[in-house]
Nanobody, 124 residues
Framework: QVQLVESGGGSVQAGGSLRLSCAASGFTYSRSSMGWFRQAPGKEREAVAH????????AYVDSVKGRFTISRDNAKNTLLLQMISLKPEDTAMYYC?????????????????WGQGTQVTVSS
């Protein structure tokens, strides 16, 4: 059974930091490209960051470049998103997603497995 379980969300003030984690199981994590997505109320889901299955390649949406860092630990089947200098506009539900058996992708349609999400709220 495929599972992606996010944790680490919470409420912080603008300028604060959070680290999101995603624990993966039920599929071959090391052979999967991974990504973080977010969705704010009334808005479409947005891709935040992608990482290739070895971690060699990463990509970010412009609004988070220089503030967010995606990383992965294939030995622990874990995906991370380090977020610093958080802004109120970062407030959203954050989702971890997997694109199985894909080396590298930035195409949201490639992602087949999704977690339940973790809420991030940034107050001004």
């Amino acid at each position: 059974q495929v599972q992606l379980v996010e944790s680490g969300g919470g409420s912080v003030q603008a300028g604060g930091s959070l680290r999101l984690s995603c624990a993966a199981s039920g599929f071959t994590y090391s052979r999967s490209s991974m990504g973080w997505f977010r969705q704010a109320p009334g808005k479409e889901r947005e891709a935040v960051a992608h990482i290739s299955r070895t971690g060699a390649y990463t990509a970010y949406v412009d609004s988070v470049k220089g503030r967010f860092t995606i990383s992965r630990d294939n030995a622990k089947n874990t995906l991370l998103l380090q977020m610093i200098s958080l802004k109120p506009e970062d407030t959203a539900m954050y989702y971890c997603a997997a694109a199985p058996n894909i080396v590298w992708t930035q195409n949201p349609n490639s992602y087949e497995y999704w977690g339940q999400g973790t809420q991030v709220t940034v107050s001004s």
